[in-house]
């Protein structure tokens, strides 16, 4: 069997915990590789770039030729044929849309008491950085969740680094949707490597003030050790699926699904809950039939992914499943039920939500809208998916007449004295001094 059916109330503790964990366990081994990469970027710089490359990715790259040339993009449109060019633009229009309905008015205030006027103005980020990972394949479409968003917010300098290919080249579609996106720049270096150049900048590529995209468990773990020298996006590592599921939902659909993000990596998972037995085993049987369609490649990854991380828990009841489900706190969650819009309600913990029997959560993925940059590693019990508020900078302001601030004037210096500020207070009474 590809896949192993857990009842709830009899799992072990030990299967329990792998299942709930999944791959935060390997992100947590490899911290000090990833710390003595960050290390030697921030003095090398570019020769550091090209060593961790070729070490990595067994891909050799240059100093002078870190940088994409205008040329290359230009050239990627001749190697792409017109209806994928033209699929990008479509999905790129979809979450331009959905990222500009997120935005806020760029300036409101209010008049908060007589004489006082209070609001808020946006202001975007100056430089972002975005990852776009590569690898295990190539990915037009996580172009588009993380430049678009920083362009609608108005990020004036957007970069982009990924990873070349074998032969150094970065996959022309990816290219493309950097150009349509509008990336100010994009550097082919990816991993670890690509976040700490992000971070510290080098000869080539600049230093950012934030940086966002989904990546590897090296990426996940050089943004972990970065936490605080730069600003991070949500931590999106590892894919992760979990589908919750009652009596109405196909069992040839569940198993499709499952394997939806298993197929990322070897670090990657797919969960199934429900509470009706007849749908976990019937899943169970048919998921092989799903997993043998896919090339040798992709195969590997899910029934290895499946094998660690992949699991379908037998609850016995829907709010028992709900339960877990909330307790899992997974990137990407299907509901597969007869009341979808209702259960979702009772959902506290999730990165994304894909409803219905007919919204696969690979949807989502290629550009229905929403963003697919979720948070991964149970941090969906904190925080929602990469979103247009991420890149700008909501400050506040206030505009004070003179008789507003003697509205104010007593009450301010009194809590003044009261927290022990007197400097406070006199810079507000020295206005009124006889």
């Given at each position: 069997m590809y896949i192993q059916v857990y009842k709830l109330n009899g799992i072990s503790a030990g299967d329990y915990d792998r299942?709930?964990?999944?791959?935060?366990?390997?992100?947590?081994?490899?911290?000090?590789?990833?710390?003595?990469?960050?290390?030697?970027?921030?003095?090398?710089?570019?020769?550091?770039?090209?060593?961790?490359?070729?070490?990595?990715?067994?891909?050799?790259?240059?100093?002078?030729?870190?940088?994409?040339?205008?040329?290359?993009?230009?050239?990627?449109?001749?190697?792409?044929?017109?209806?994928?060019?033209?699929?990008?633009?479509?999905?790129?229009?979809?979450?331009?849309?959905?990222h500009a309905a997120q935005m806020p008015n760029k300036m409101w205030s209010t008049e908060v008491s007589p004489g006082l006027v209070a609001g808020q103005v946006i202001i975007p980020l100056d430089k972002v950085g975005c990852y776009v990972p590569g690898g295990r394949g190539w990915f037009p479409s996580a172009v588009m969740m993380s430049v678009l968003p920083a362009k609608v917010a108005g990020v004036p300098n957007v970069y982009v680094c990924t990873p070349p290919a074998p032969d150094g080249a970065i996959p022309p579609g990816?290219?493309?949707?950097?150009?349509?996106?509008?990336?100010?720049?994009?550097?082919?270096?990816?991993?670890?490597?690509?976040?700490?150049?992000?971070?510290?900048?080098?000869?080539?590529?600049?230093?950012?003030?934030?940086?966002?995209?989904?990546?590897?468990?090296?990426?996940?773990?050089?943004?972990?050790?970065?936490?605080?020298?730069?600003?991070?996006?949500?931590?999106?590592?590892?894919?992760?699926?979990i589908i919750l599921a009652d009596e109405t939902a196909n069992p040839e659909f569940a198993a499709a699904d499952i394997c939806i993000q298993a197929e990322h990596g070897l670090d990657s998972a797919g969960v199934l809950v429900t509470h009706v037995p007849e749908l976990a085993y019937a899943v169970q049987q048919k998921i092989g039939r799903h997993i043998e369609r896919l090339n040798d490649y992709r195969k590997n990854f899910v029934t290895e992914s499946l094998k660690k991380y992949g699991a379908i828990i037998l609850t016995d009841s829907l709010e028992e499943s709900i339960a877990f489900v909330n307790e899992y706190a997974g990137e990407h969650l299907e509901i597969m039920t007869a009341e979808p819009l209702q259960d979702m309600q009772k959902i506290k913990n999730a990165g994304g939500i894909y409803l219905g029997h007919y919204t696969p959560l690979s949807t989502g993925c290629f550009g229905s809208g929403p963003n697919?940059?979720?948070?991964?590693?149970?941090?969906?019990?904190?925080?929602?998916?990469?979103?247009?508020?991420?890149?700008?900078?909501?400050?506040?302001?206030?505009?004070?007449?003179?008789?507003?601030?003697?509205?104010?004037?007593?009450?301010?210096?009194?809590?003044?004295?009261?927290?022990?500020?007197?400097?406070?207070?006199?810079?507000?009474?020295?206005?009124?001094?006889?």
């Open positions: 299942i709930l964990k999944r791959s935060e366990t390997e992100t947590e081994s490899i911290m000090a590789d990833v710390e003595k990469v960050i290390s030697d970027i921030k003095v090398h710089g570019d020769k550091a770039l090209v060593e961790y490359t070729k070490k990595f990715e067994d891909v050799t790259i240059y100093e002078d030729k870190i940088r994409v040339s205008r040329e290359e993009i230009d050239e990627a449109y001749r190697k792409v044929d017109s209806e994928t060019i033209e699929a990008i633009r479509t999905l790129a229009g979809n979450v331009k849309r959905f990816t290219l493309i949707a950097c150009d349509v996106c509008g990336a100010d720049e994009v550097f082919r270096v990816g991993g670890s490597q690509a976040v700490a150049a992000m971070a510290h900048g080098t000869q080539t590529i600049p230093k950012v003030d934030k940086i966002v995209g989904p990546g590897s468990k090296w990426v996940l773990a050089a943004f972990k050790l970065l936490y605080g020298q730069v600003e991070i996006g949500t931590l999106a590592g590892p894919g992760e699926g697919h940059v979720l948070p991964t590693g149970r941090k969906a019990t904190v925080a929602g998916g990469l979103k247009t508020a991420d890149f700008y900078k909501a400050v506040t302001f206030e505009y004070f007449s003179r008789d507003g601030l003697a509205n104010l004037k007593d009450a301010m210096v009194k809590l003044a004295e009261y927290e022990g500020f007197p400097a406070h207070g006199n810079a507000i009474s020295e206005r009124f001094a006889k």
